[in-house]
């Protein structure tokens, strides 16, 4: 089973930073496309980013095009989602993902395989 930990969640001012971090256990993490997701209370897990399994390839919701950005790095087996001007909608609980042998970057929950244990975004006003 493959572990996934997030870290790099806190409380900013809106317009500030911040950098998540989800760090993976298996070796073979490039067999996986990652993704992360947030949930705020009340509401549906909503989609995020993706990245492809080498990084060539990615998907950001409309919602946050142009302020956030996700990368990985195999060797780390480490994927990242750099937040940038933070809004008070973008508060959530943020959760990566691990696709297994993915073909198509996925936008749904669903076709994720593994998933961490969230971290805490607040982008206060």
């Known amino acids: 089973q493959v572990q996934l930990v997030e870290s790099g969640g806190g409380s900013v001012q809106a317009g500030g930073s911040l950098r998540l971090s989800c760090k993976a256990s298996?070796?073979?993490?490039?067999?996986?496309?990652m993704g992360w997701f947030r949930q705020a209370p009340g509401k549906e897990r909503e989609f995020v980013a993706a990245?492809?399994?080498?990084?060539?390839?990615?998907s950001c919701a409309d919602s946050v095009k142009g302020r956030f950005t996700i990368s990985r790095d195999n060797a780390k087996s480490t994927v990242y989602l750099q937040m940038n001007s933070l809004k008070p909608e973008d508060t959530a609980e943020y959760y990566c993902?691990?696709?297994?042998?993915?073909?198509?970057?996925?936008?749904?929950?669903?076709?994720?395989?593994?998933w961490g244990t969230g971290t805490q975004v607040t982008g206060s006003s």
């Open positions: 993902a691990a696709d297994f042998r993915a073909k198509v970057l996925a936008s749904s929950w669903f076709s994720y395989d593994y």
């Open positions: 298996t070796r073979t993490f490039s067999n996986y496309a």
């Open positions: 990245i492809s399994r080498t990084g060539g390839s990615t």
